[in-house]
T-cell receptor, first 116, second 111 residues
Framework: GAVVSQHPSWVICKSGTSVKIECRSLDFQATTMFWYRQFPKQSLMLMATSNEGSKATYEQGVEKDKFLINHASLTLSTLTVTSAHPEDSSFYIC????????????FGEGSWLTVV | QKEVEQNSGPLSVPEGAIASLNCTYSDRGSQSFFWYRQYSGKSPELIMFIYSNGDKEDGRFTAQLNKASQYVSLLIRDSQPSDSATYLCAVNRGSQGNLIFGKGTKLSVKP
């Protein structure tokens, strides 16, 4: 199946700093990528939809200036958590879809962010 | 009403039994439905998807869809301890493929 790679797998940062998470589709071109956040024992919550070459579409309640998304190529989307705070600590997961698989969603491995 | 609802469980079944996981959704216009398995601390992995009413079988897994009742289920036959995980139901609400997830049902298969 399609492979989506995420980096880093886990990161610890100080409060007030920014952290960038990368999401790459390794064997297909993803015109659309999605960013989710999952708190412990909670479901995945869609944060934003990232479209290659255009601005991301954010879900209601997600601050676009705090969670910067860039989808510069058909294989790479990045999520930058700016001025991170402890409440931003979470499991961040990206996913991508490919039309050749009927738009089935494939997930990256996820990135654990801990803000101290 | 939440868009995708699942019983959080935990659902406990003995090894070798059939595990039945259920999911309902609110958007009658939803077209595609997915089941993902998520182990603790890991990213979800796709088990199967279904688009049409009826049953779809893949190995020990069978997905069932009833659009009239807005209901989708996953049956796991001959359950194994390694099947113990949280199972997420997801519904595709748009043409771009953005999925809406249920909260998941935690399954525990006892040896």
């Amino acid at each position: 199946g399609a492979v989506v790679s995420q980096h880093p797998s886990w990161v610890i940062c100080k409060s007030g700093t920014s952290v960038k998470i990368e999401c790459r589709s390794l064997d297909f071109q993803a015109t659309t990528m999605f960013w989710y956040r999952q708190f412990p024992k909670q479901s995945l919550m869609l944060m934003a939809t990232s479209n290659e070459g255009s601005k991301a579409t954010y879900e209601q309640g997600v601050e676009k200036d705090k969670f910067l998304i860039n989808h510069a190529s058909l294989t790479l989307s990045t999520l930058t958590v700016t001025s991170a705070h402890p409440e931003d600590s979470s499991f961040y997961i990206c996913s991508a879809s490919t039309a050749s698989s009927g738009n089935t969603i494939y997930f990256g491995e996820g990135s654990w962010l801990t803000v101290v | 009403q939440k868009e995708v609802e699942q019983n959080s469980g935990p659902l406990s079944v003995p090894e070798g039994a059939i595990a039945s996981l259920n999911c309902t959704y609110s958007d009658r216009g939803s077209q595609s439905f997915f089941w993902y398995r998520q182990y603790s601390g890991k990213s979800p992995e796709l088990i199967m998807f279904i688009y049409s009413n009826g049953d779809k079988e893949d190995g020990r897994f069978t997905a069932q869809l009833n659009k009239a009742s807005q209901y989708v289920s996953l049956l796991i036959r001959d359950s194994q301890p390694s099947d113990s995980a949280t199972y997420l139901c997801a519904v595709n609400r748009g043409s771009q493929g953005n999925l809406i997830f249920g909260k998941g049902t935690k399954l525990s298969v006892k040896p």
